[in-house]
């Protein structure tokens, strides 16, 4: 096992090296300049882009940005006066962390029950009724489904905000928004890991002894069919909080969905690349868990 563990982490660290390399040369590769404006002195310009380290040969720049790295020196905004973007970070990622987990609780939960639910009714008209949802969660973006809800239960019937963050209420339609694909994905998912092991020997053994169904259910089938689910929640996890870019904007909510969307627009370079690092980083590590989790639930998978 701890070769295996071993083995895992070098494979992350090395992800999250690329990452930040790739980030690194993909930056120098988008036109336009944030200090260029002709309302400041030339001059001005460059001490800006000196004090950035912008002025210098890009290996050196590399490697400043490397070193810098390794010591947890994502750098200073250039459009947030002031701040760093660890700061920024610490401020903002909270946010993101509850609505992305608010977010995910609310998806597995409903996408494991409506699994089951499916499975249950094979071929009858819960079945197709909540796969048909569930299609309609994957189809439809966060871009298309929001602007619905908010229209319906902000506009319409008037019974939630449509924008801000701090109240309950605030945080039930970003939520929804946010959870809904991955409710759809989970749906489908548990639906076919279900009806894979109705098949099995020890499920028909288990009704053969005269067990309730909901026993069945629960007992034998539930656990086992999570085993082939796992696997996708280090990229659900990561997906939810990378997702919420476009909810967070949508909902002027104040967490590193928006900053980012800011930075782009921004060109404000130390903070794309630090966020992008960063999320990177945290979806590496999401994987390295679950990796290690499968593991252990699963001895079959480990390198020997």
Sequence with gaps: MLKYIGKKVLIAIATVFV????????????????????????????????FYGLDKPVPQQYLTYMNNLLHGDLGYSIKKTG?????????????????????????????????????????????????????LGIALPSMVLGPILRMIF??????????????????????????????????RNMRASMLAITTQDYVKTARAKGLSPIRVVLKHQFKN??????????????????????V??????????????????NLDYPLIMGLTVFYGAFLVTMNLIVDVLYGLIDPRIRVK
């Design 225 to 246: 069919s999570l085993v082939p689910i796992i696997p996708n929640l280090g990229v659900q996890i990561a997906g939810v909080l990378m997702g919420s870019f476009v």
């Design 19 to 50: 990452l930040a390399t790739a980030t690194f040369f993909l930056m120098k590769l988008i036109p336009g300049d944030p200090f260029l404006n002709d309302k400041i002195p030339v001059a001005v310009q460059d001490k800006q882009r000196a």
């Design 248 to 265: 967070e904007s949508m909902f002027l909510i104040p967490g590193l969905g928006r900053y980012f969307v800011d930075s782009v627009t």
């Design 83 to 135: 701040k760093t973007v660890v700061d920024i970070i610490k401020e903002a990622f909270p946010v993101s962390a509850k609505l992305g987990l608010i977010s995910l609780l609310f998806a597995e939960a409903v996408g494991l029950f409506f699994g089951i639910l499916c499975a249950q009714f094979r071929g009858k008209w819960p079945d197709y009724l909540l796969m048909v949802v569930a299609v």
């Design 154 to 187: 902000g506009v319409k019937l008037g019974i939630l905000p449509v924008t801000g963050w701090g109240k309950p209420n605030q945080i039930i339609l970003p939520a929804l928004v946010l959870g809904l694909g991955t409710v759809a994905g989970n749906t």
